[in-house]
């Protein structure tokens, strides 16, 4: 079975590997490749992040029609009354069926905060207030943040796992 995932991302890469071989007892390959989610490098809520992911899965289909299903993995941002959360949408298609799942949310330091609402991307905010390097591609915010105890391939695990419960269940 092949899997196209909508990034480069090794951290998106490695837990779509991980989370299909926990739930569907199958051999894969996996292929990763850059699609645009059509949507702002930094979605500022849950509908336009979930936009983006369902974007990048079906970019994904269009580019490489030949695969077993479509992994489209998108983070964003939300204000809300406790402050920005930070969370991810996680879509994938099939040939004959669509889901999707959201990973945990959590809240970021105001002073991340204020920069994202500045218009700077949040991997790019957390290398700057933390004083790293392409911290998106390794452990991201959630790692940082919970002193590496969830990093992000495990972050986005769970709900590519989640993602997957209708295509392991039959039902």
């Known amino acids: 079975m092949k899997i196209i995932i909508a990034s480069q991302n090794p951290v998106k890469i490695e837990a779509t590997k ?14 990763g490749i850059n699609v645009p989610s059509n949507v702002r490098d930094q979605p500022m809520d849950h509908k336009e992040t979930l936009l983006g992911a369902k974007n ?23 204000n809300d009354d406790f402050g920005m959360q930070a ?13 999707q799942a959201q990973t945990a949310v959590f809240y970021l330091p105001e002073p991340i905060a ?17 004083k790293r390097s392409n911290s998106k591609q390794k ?11 969830i990093d992000r391939t495990q972050y986005y695990e769970h709900a590519i796992i989640m993602a997957l419960i209708p295509f392991q269940n039959k039902r």
């Open 18 to 31: 991980i989370a299909f071989q926990k739930m569907i007892d199958d051999d894969f390959s996996f292929e």
């Open 87 to 99: 969370f991810a949408w996680i879509v994938i298609l099939s040939k004959t069926k669509n889901s």
């Open 56 to 78: 990048r899965a079906q970019n994904a289909r269009n580019n490489k029609p030949n695969a077993d299903y479509w992994v489209g993995i998108e983070g964003g941002i939300h």
């Open 114 to 130: 204020e920069m994202v609402n500045n218009g700077i991307e949040l991997g790019e905010a957390d290398d700057i207030y933390f």
């Open 139 to 149: 452990d991201g915010a959630v790692g940082i943040l919970t002193n590496g105890l």
